[in-house]
């Protein structure tokens, strides 16, 4: 399945780098969301994107910073990370975000995020 | 506000055993309920899903039925194989996709 699309596959920086986790889908879906899974915790949904534009930000540190140039493409620019900040970074797309229907989320492969 | 609450793993079996993985839930309206399925190094699958009260959802010999009256969407399958070892994760949806904590199922030769 090669429907959503990750890169890179994993990533070591250190506190001090900048960095961009690369997200692309080739569904046809117009909405895209960034997801959190740490060991042992449930996953976290990030941010949420409809139409190009940020419909959901969970409390999310300023440190990760997402950018939706059009419906294919997502970015998170990661700046000043921590330590507990390292996890697997998936990134997920669907149909539709606001119409209620029981949309289906296709997941990427995931970034494994290890920050030194 | 809505959640998930999954059986703790893992969930060590011989291929061919019986599976059950229990999945209950909260939630104030009236959610699709999912099972996502994650393989080693891999993103979610979308296992299964069922949309209303009694849908049975069915995918790769795996079944689960949404019961209501215990609010729970419980994960079988008849017979195992190693190829299934994976974390399964049941998720609800309302407003937003809510996920369990997963359980990992390790099966066995």
């Known amino acids: ?116 | 506000g809505d959640s998930v609450t999954q059986m703790e793993g893992p969930v060590t079996l011989s291929e061919e055993a019986f599976l059950t993985i229990n999945c209950t839930y909260t939630a104030t309206g009236y959610p699709s309920l999912f099972w996502y399925v994650q393989y080693p190094g891999e993103g979610l699958q979308l296992l299964l899903k069922a949309t209303k009260a009694d849908d049975k959802g069915s995918n790769k010999g795996f079944e689960a039925t949404y019961r209501k009256e215990t609010t729970s969407f419980h994960l079988e399958k008849g017979s195992v194989q190693v190829s299934d070892s994976a974390v399964y994760f049941c998720a609800l949806r309302t407003d937003k996709l809510i996920f369990g904590t997963g359980t990992r199922l390790q099966v066995f030769p």
Not at chain 1, 47 to 55: A, D, P, Q, T, W
Not at chain 1, 60 to 74: A, D, G, I, M
Request: charged share 20%.
């Open chain 1, 1 to 116: 399945e090669t429907g959503v699309t990750q890169t890179p596959r994993h990533l070591v920086m250190g506190m001090t780098n900048k960095k961009s986790l690369k997200c692309e889908q080739h569904l046809g879906h117009n909405a895209m969301y960034w997801y959190k899974q740490s060991a042992k915790k449930p996953l976290e949904l990030m941010f949420v994107y409809s139409l190009e534009e940020r419909v959901e930000n969970n409390s999310v540190p300023s440190r990760f910073s997402p950018e939706c140039p059009n419906s294919s493409h997502l970015f998170l620019h990661l700046h000043t990370l921590q330590p507990e900040d390292s996890a697997l970074y998936l990134c997920a797309s669907s149909q539709d975000h606001t119409t209620g229907l029981p949309y289906e989320q296709y997941f990427g492969p995931g970034t494994r995020l290890t920050v030194t």
